[in-house]
């Protein structure tokens, strides 16, 4: 399970790292994707396919279905770490998330969001954590 947070500077090619304790859950291959709110999304490979075979429910005549598969799966990308715990972060991604230099990476339960600091500083802006928490009683925690 991924949890915790920890800030990190995007380097001038583009390269981020993972923090270690991370990486071994994570693994040298995984998954970067869009998530909500201008965020990123890290899943492992095992985690990114149980949440495609979800996709085998959309019919080829969703309309809607398949545009919320074609919005998510066109901006997937495949990455891997280099010999120093690093990866290359794809430009358009990058686009997405605004990320321009300083990042939180914040561990998901089963995934890692990657957050420009700016856009999680906004997001997080007047956000009362009392009301936030009591939102897992919902999911019977």
Not at 11 to 28: H, M, S, V, W, Y
Not at 50 to 58: L, P
Not at 124 to 139: C, P, R, V, W
Request: one cysteine or more; aromatic letters at 8%.
């Amino acid at each position: 399970m991924f949890r915790g947070e920890f800030k990190y500077c995007l380097d001038a090619k583009n390269r981020l790292r993972i923090p270690a304790k991370f990486r071994a859950e994570l693994g040298e291959q995984f998954v970067i994707m869009k998530g909500i709110g201008n965020c990123l999304n890290a899943l492992s490979q095992k985690t990114m396919d149980e949440f495609s075979a979800k996709f085998d429910g959309v019919s080829a005549f969703d309309d809607e279905g398949r545009s919320a598969m074609r919005t998510l799966l066109r901006a997937t990308a495949d990455v891997e770490n280099d010999d120093q715990g690093r990866f290359l972060l794809p430009q358009n991604l990058k686009e997405y998330a605004r990320i321009d230099k300083n990042v939180v990476i914040i561990g998901m339960h089963k995934m890692i969001e990657i957050w420009s600091e700016e856009a999680l500083n906004s997001v997080d802006e007047g956000k009362d954590d009392n009301k936030s928490l009591s939102e897992l009683s919902k999911f019977g925690i």
